[in-house]
């Protein structure tokens, strides 16, 4: 049986966004940030094994030039 949730504000109603800034500071303590995870080292070519990439997909990113070489 899925949940639902009761707003005291129908849907076709604004709020202010001082209302809105209250909402959010009162749920802030609800939700926890996780430490960043340090980056870790690349790994060396000869430790990737059984990846199979087309040549479409190859030439894709390839042609990005964020990736491209």
């Known amino acids: 049986m899925p949940k639902t949730f009761a707003s005291h504000q129908s849907l ?3 709020i202010s ?5 209250g909402r959010s500071a009162r749920m802030a303590p609800h939700w926890i ?3 960043a995870a340090s980056a870790s080292a690349p790994v060396p070519h000869s430790r990737i094994s ?3 990439v ?5 030439r894709l990113v ?7 070489d």
């Open 12 to 14: 076709d109603t604004e």
């Open 17 to 21: 966004l001082a209302e809105l800034r």
């Open 33 to 35: 940030v996780a430490p």
């Open 50 to 52: 059984g990846v199979v």
């Open 54 to 58: 087309s040549a479409a997909s190859a």
């Open 62 to 68: 390839s042609a990005m030039p964020a990736f491209a």
